[in-house]
C-alpha cells in the first residue's frame, strides 16, 4: 500500500486549498483514510477521516462547517476541501490509511495508529 499527498501551499486567511491522498494498493474498499495535521510545537491531530466502505465521516471541532471530505468514484482517491481557512490551520498535513473500512472514527481520534501513512504536505495560511 502506498499513500501519497499532494495540494498544499500557502494561501491567505479566508481562502481555500483541496488535499489529495491517493491510497493505492487496497484490495476492495474495506479501508479508512484519515487527514492528520501537526502545527511546530503541538500534538498531531486528526482533522477529518472517512470510511472508504460506507462513507462514513468524522471531523474535528476545530474544522467543522470548513472543511469536507469525500471520496472519488473509483474510491482510490480522498479529497480534504478546505474553506475559509484560518491561520491556526497552519501545519503538516499527513494522509493516513487503516484497513478496516469502520476504523474511521477510532482512526481521527487517535485510538489507533494508521498502519500506511504518506509523506505530508505543508499548508500555510497567512493572516
Known amino acids: 500500500v502506498q499513500v501519497v499527498e499532494s495540494g498544499g501551499g500557502l494561501v491567505q486567511a479566508g481562502g481555500s486549498l483541496r488535499l489529495s491522498c491517493d491510497a493505492s494498493?487496497?484490495?476492495?474498499?474495506?479501508?479508512?483514510v484519515g487527514w492528520f495535521r501537526q502545527a511546530p510545537g503541538k500534538e498531531r491531530e486528526g482533522v477529518s477521516c472517512v470510511s472508504v466502505s460506507d462513507s462514513s465521516t468524522y471531523y474535528s471541532d476545530s474544522v467543522k462547517g470548513r472543511f469536507t471530505i469525500w471520496t472519488d468514484g473509483h474510491k482510490n482517491t480522498v479529497y480534504l476541501q478546505m474553506n475559509r481557512l484560518k491561520p491556526e490551520d497552519t501545519g503538516n498535513y499527513s494522509c493516513a490509511a487503516e484497513p478496516g473500512g469502520g476504523t474511521w472514527y477510532a482512526l481521527c481520534l487517535k485510538l489507533i495508529t494508521a498502519a500506511y501513512w504518506g509523506q505530508g504536505t505543508q499548508v500555510t495560511v497567512s493572516p
Open positions: 494498493g487496497f484490495t476492495g474498499d474495506d479501508y479508512a
